[in-house]
């Protein structure tokens, strides 16, 4: 049997309904905050990430999926989204006819690192990026934006960390600075650090390796060699977070695992999943835009793992199921659903047939196959069988599927011209007409 690459997977059935429902969630909100939605190759030429993502960070040293087409031009599958919509926003000269852009995107992205739970070599990630602004109140706003969805997903207790980077006028002196403390801590470096601190210093601060952690403890902070307009830049948004109510740590160990980064940076942690692990990183870029030969433009965005978010949202779920269970008084459909999630849960919410056609014949079944399609295209979801199995194990399917109603048309029912319509919650029953049942059943389904 032939099966999916490792850290490939299949999203099957029983979650598209969870994750149809975050992404409808997210691009209503996106929506209701203007911005609009773009779709991005997942092939680019290699060279938009090397340049963008950097090329001493991990991603492009060892991550990527780059291979030559059959003309030898090297290409890679996209492992984050920025790069891709910073070209697009470039290529189709966007900023001349506003240089003000919001954009947000939705799709997979390919990494090759180790497989484990919540990270695979295609994950998914919903993606918001903003063009031509450089006020703080920009970078507030995506953090409350990241803030609300996770309310409207239901979600609380989220932790925004948030840093500053500095910019090109602060960062060689802080730059500077860094390489000395890590001069003296060589002995305690791994490898890659060692490989990577002269170039780029910066990326020791985001190793994962224990021991450089541990050597970096009391390494210089970006915080400590802001320059004015950083420092000044970095207090609003606080304070505007602050006033929203939107709940934040600094964290000066804050650096991202792409270089492109300037000013703010910010990531979501969750311990919902085991383990501290980010479910959302994103961060101003405001040289990218120019370094990928476009004009200078600001830039800022983020990204949300949605394969780690579904699992959150999963678990709350499941939270919520557990508790109903154990308060087995209180009446069916009165579970806690958290505030301004209601919207969320109606998508949520399983949906089965609203009637199941149980035909008993021949002529039935063609009937039934009629009668169904032209409910299916009425809006009414309606499911039947052509297996041509006895009424005990159709009635079993029907509540298996959790019909709301079932309609019985045996050929001695059409020859008798009375249908049975039943409703499988109340029992009771009612009698169609075979002529052209689909009218008398829109009907009465509609009317309750
Ligand atoms: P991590 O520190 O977990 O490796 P990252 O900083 O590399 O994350 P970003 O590039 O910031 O990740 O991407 C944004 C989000 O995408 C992450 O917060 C995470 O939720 C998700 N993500 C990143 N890599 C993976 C992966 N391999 N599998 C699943 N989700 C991922
Ligand atoms: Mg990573």
């Known amino acids: 049997m032939i099966q999916t690459i490792r850290g490939f997977r299949d999203i099957l059935p029983e979650d598209t309904v969870l994750w149809q429902a975050i992404e409808k969630t997210a691009s209503n909100l996106f929506e209701d905050f203007g911005f609009q939605e773009i779709r991005i190759p997942i092939m680019e030429k290699t060279e938009l990430f090397a340049r ?77 990026e903003v063009f031509g602004i450089s006020s703080p109140y920009i970078d507030a706003q995506l953090i409350l934006i990241l803030n609300e969805l996770f309310k409207r997903l239901g979600l609380s207790e989220l932790d925004a960390h948030i840093n500053s980077l500095g910019c090109r006028e602060c960062r060689p002196d802080f730059q500077k600075e860094l390489l000395i403390f890590l001069n003296g801590k060589k002995e305690h470096l791994c490898e890659n650090c060692l490989r990577r601190m002269d170039k780029n210093p910066l990326r020791t601060l985001d190793c994962k390796v224990p021991s450089c952690r541990e050597a970096l403890v009391d390494a210089p902070s970006t915080l400590g060699h802001l320059c004015s307009g950083c420092s000044d830049h970095f207090e609003t948004v606080k304070s505007v977070l602050k006033e929203q109510s939107v709940d934040f740590t600094v964290d000066k160990t804050l650096v991202r695992g792409l270089d492109y980064y300037s000013r703010t940076t910010f990531e979501i942690l969750t311990t919902a999943l085991g383990a501290q692990s980010a479910v959302a990183g994103g961060g101003r870029y405001d040289a990218l835009i120019k370094e990928l030969d476009g004009p200078e433009t600001y830039g800022i965005g983020f990204a949300i793992g949605l394969d780690r978010l579904a699992d959150i949202v ?33 998508l949520v919410s399983v949906k089965s047939p609203d009637l199941f056609i149980i035909p008993l014949g021949e002529k039935a079944a063609r009937l039934a196959y009629m009668w169904s399609s032209e409910l299916n295209i009425a809006r009414i979801r309606t499911e039947t069988d052509y297996s041509g199995r006895s009424l005990k194990s159709l009635m079993k399917r029907a509540d298996k599927l959790n ?46």
């Open 403 to 448: 019909a709301a109603y079932v309609l019985i048309a045996g050929d001695q029912e059409i020859e008798d011209n009375a249908l049975v319509l039943r409703d499988m919650k109340t029992k009771e029953q009612y009698f169609v007409t075979a002529e052209n049942p689909v009218e008398q059943i829109e009907t009465l389904l509609n009317r309750v």
């Open 314 to 346: 999963a678990q709350m779920i499941n939270d919520i199921k557990m508790k109903k269970a154990e308060n087995t008084d209180r009446p069916e459909g009165t579970e806690d659903i958290p505030k301004n999630a209601s919207d969320f849960f109606r």
């Open 52 to 128: 963008s993502i950097g090329e001493t960070t991990d991603i492009v040293e060892k991550e990527m999926y780059t291979f030559p087409d059959r003309k030898g031009d090297k290409l890679t599958l996209r492992p984050e989204a920025t790069a891709s919509v910073v070209r697009s926003y470039i290529q189709h000269n966007m900023g001349s006819s506003d240089p003000v852009q919001k954009l947000y995107t939705i799709g997979p992205m390919f990494r090759r690192e180790r497989p484990q739970k919540g990270r695979y070599r295609q994950f998914y990630q919903i993606n918001a």
